[in-house]
């Protein structure tokens, strides 16, 4: 069992902030990225921010210079710290996990999802 719990989301004003956080759980070997998409209304599920346990960062460019991704790789913990957001922010935000559970194989995890909304 591999389990992906979100914290955070909810009502923020143009120009503020929110962080969101995602822990994983459950019987697990070792976790190679964690990151963040989002889907807005009437669009397709976008890749936000990936970051592997390595440290390396992908940042998709309507974010980028906004957001920033972090983790705590003892923790299987990953976070994003949304900056200066704009209307078009809003979205359901998910989680993601490429996990190594114990004695499985590879795969992806989601979680559950969050909602943001950006607006005044």
């Known amino acids: 069992q591999v389990h992906l719990v979100e914290s955070g989301g909810g009502l923020v004003q143009p120009g503020g902030s929110l962080g969101l956080s995602c822990a994983a759980s459950g019987s697990i070997e070792a976790i190679s990225a964690m990151g963040w998409h989002r889907q807005a209304p009437g669009k397709q599920r976008e890749l936000v921010a990936g970051i592997t346990n390595g440290g390396s960062t992908n940042i998709a460019d309507p974010v980028k210079g906004r957001f920033t991704i972090s983790r705590d790789n003892a923790k299987n913990t990953v976070y994003l710290q949304m900056n200066r957001m704009k209307p078009e922010d809003t979205a359901v935000y998910y989680c993601?996990?490429?996990?190594?559970?114990?004695?499985?194989?590879?795969?992806?995890?989601w979680g559950q999802g969050t909602q943001v909304t950006v607006s005044s």
């Open positions: 993601f996990a490429e996990v190594l559970p114990n004695g499985g194989s590879w795969g992806d995890y």
